[in-house]
């Protein structure tokens, strides 16, 4: 398996335009998760989804911040527009289970640097 | 309000002796306890974890500690290898759906010297 992958995996836009990363992740999980990490607040949690099905995006830091997971094998995080203080480096993860004990896998990461 | 917090932003250890991260946490209701490594320009990677029915957990050079009374957690390696220069984060999570998803702490960059 080629474990959990990100594109791009890194992104330079300009403030105002729209940013969308992605994610495959490893076939047969059935959760997969967007975190968000910054010097300041670290790794947080932005939203995940069960089966295709966002549970929780209480972690979406704004209404710009949209997430999608059309089928088993894909995902997408959306910033429309895109700011400045959105820079960052964004992770998605997969897991057989929600509680983590077998641990999630994480892609590389997509740094994000909006100018 | 940081639910998991790591105190110590970075620690340098001399090659071969050991090193000893640490991790404390507030809510009594995390039930799993994990132990994540991560090397620059890559994704955090699993690297060992803790039920709160155990008070240690042990695999090769790697162990951890678990003091539920303390809400503490540490990550011993012995001995210390140059490829363990890292940062490490704890992470916890509550089976009950209490908690959202894994919680982080924000991390201990790791230096081991030669």
């Known amino acids: 398996d080629a474990g959990v992958i990100q594109s791009p995996r890194h992104e330079v836009t300009e403030m105002g335009q729209e940013v969308t990363l992605r994610c495959k992740p490893i076939s047969g999980h059935d959760y997969l998760f967007w975190y968000r990490q910054t010097m300041m607040r670290g790794l947080e949690l932005l939203i995940y989804?069960?089966?295709?099905?966002?549970?929780?995006d209480s972690g979406m830091p704004e209404d710009r911040f949209s997430a999608k997971m059309p089928n088993a094998s894909f995902s997408t995080l959306k910033i429309q527009p895109s700011e400045p203080r959105d820079s960052a480096v964004y992770f998605c993860a997969s897991s057989l289970t929600y509680t983590g004990n077998y641990g999630y896998t994480f892609g590389s990461g997509t740094r994000l640097t909006v100018v | 309000d940081q639910q998991v917090k790591q105190n110590s932003p970075s620690l340098s250890v001399q090659e071969g002796r050991i090193s000893i991260l640490n991790c404390d946490y507030t809510?009594?209701?995390?039930?799993?306890f994990l132990w994540y490594k991560k090397y620059p320009a890559e994704g955090p990677t699993f690297l060992i974890s803790?039920?709160?029915?155990?008070d240690k957990n042990e695999d090769g050079r790697f162990t951890v500690f678990l003091n539920k009374s303390a809400k503490h957690l540490s990550l011993h390696i012995v001995p210390s290898q140059p490829g363990d220069s890292a940062v490490y984060f704890c992470?916890?999570?509550?089976?009950?759906?209490?908690?959202?998803?894994?919680?982080f702490g924000k991390g201990t960059h790791l230096i081991i010297q030669p």
């Open positions: 992470a916890v999570s509550d089976s009950g759906g209490g908690a959202d998803g894994l919680t």
């Open positions: 809510n009594s209701m995390f039930d799993y």
């Open positions: 803790i039920s709160s029915i155990k």
């Open positions: 989804f069960n089966n295709n099905v966002p549970i929780d």
